[in-house]
T-cell receptor, first 116, second 113 residues
Framework: DGGITQSPKYLFRKEGQNVTLSCEQNLNHDAMYWYRQDPGQGLRLIYYSQIVNDFQKGDIAEGYSVSREKKESFPLTVTSAQKNPTAFYLC???????????????FGPGTRLTVL | RKEVEQDPGPFNVPEGATVAFNCTYSNSASQSFFWYRQDCRKEPKLLMSVYSSGNEDGRFTAQLNRASQYISLLIRDSKLSDSATYLCVVNVNYGGSQGNLIFGKGTKLSVKP
């Protein structure tokens, strides 16, 4: 089945450790996105990538890093520089391009990160 | 002014009721509009896109008023399974290089038996 997968579903990290969240899609989408959601808050954009080997900072990129070496994969690293990393992390993809409907985003199931 | 504003609710309605959600957006250049549904502790899922002429999908009707920068979602004959948070979503850069979406904080709906 086509879709977006994220792993792990739950992740616990000790303060000061870096951790990498996985995001894979087999929808042949060009664009991929990382969001963070805190309780009672809307989604905030961390990083996005419109094409392989290129990515851009979103609204809250500090303390995060990404790579886009393959079209299917867009891993997110939460570094020790992120001061408040406990949150629900959501990865999304969209077809990309300029035609109507190509900006519709589809989400993976998310990863809940807790810093102990 | 917030980019996308929604009444947070909660809206508590009985089964079979009709309920309407409203949303306003600040950027007049916005071109794409969506409603997503998010269940508790789950990912958002696309409910429907919103077109200029308005559109309907079963019990759900979406309307867009560009002049007032206002989007609405109407749910008729509400079911218990409609209980969720409904997110209003707007794209500012349709046709451009970004295609980023701006999400409202959502309106929580609780349908009671």
């Amino acid at each position: 089945d086509g879709g977006i997968t994220q792993s792990p579903k739950y992740l616990f990290r000790k303060e000061g450790q870096n951790v990498t969240l996985s995001c894979e899609q087999n929808l042949n989408h060009d664009a991929m996105y990382w969001y963070r959601q805190d309780p009672g808050q809307g989604l905030r954009l961390i990083y996005y990538s419109q094409i392989v080997n290129d990515f851009q900072k979103g609204d809250i990129a500090e303390g995060y890093s990404v790579s886009r070496e393959k079209k299917e994969s867009f891993p997110l690293t939460v570094t020790s520089a992120q001061k408040n990393p406990t949150a629900f992390y959501l990865c999304a993809s969209s077809p990309g391009g300029r035609r109507q409907g190509t900006d519709t985003q589809y989400f993976g199931p998310g990863t809940r990160l807790t810093v102990l | 002014r917030k980019e996308v504003e929604q009444d947070p609710g909660p809206f508590n309605v009985p089964e079979g009721a009709t309920v309407a959600f409203n949303c306003t957006y600040s950027n007049s250049a916005s071109q794409s509009f969506f409603w997503y549904r998010q269940d508790c502790r789950k990912e958002p899922k696309l409910l429907m896109s919103v077109y200029s002429s308005g559109n309907e999908d079963g019990r759900f009707t979406a309307q867009l008023n560009r002049a007032s920068q206002y989007i609405s979602l109407l749910i008729r004959d509400s079911k218990l399974s409609d209980s969720a948070t409904y997110l209003c979503v707007v794209n500012v850069n349709y046709g451009g290089s970004q295609g980023n979406l701006i999400f409202g904080k959502g309106t929580k709906l609780s349908v009671k038996p």
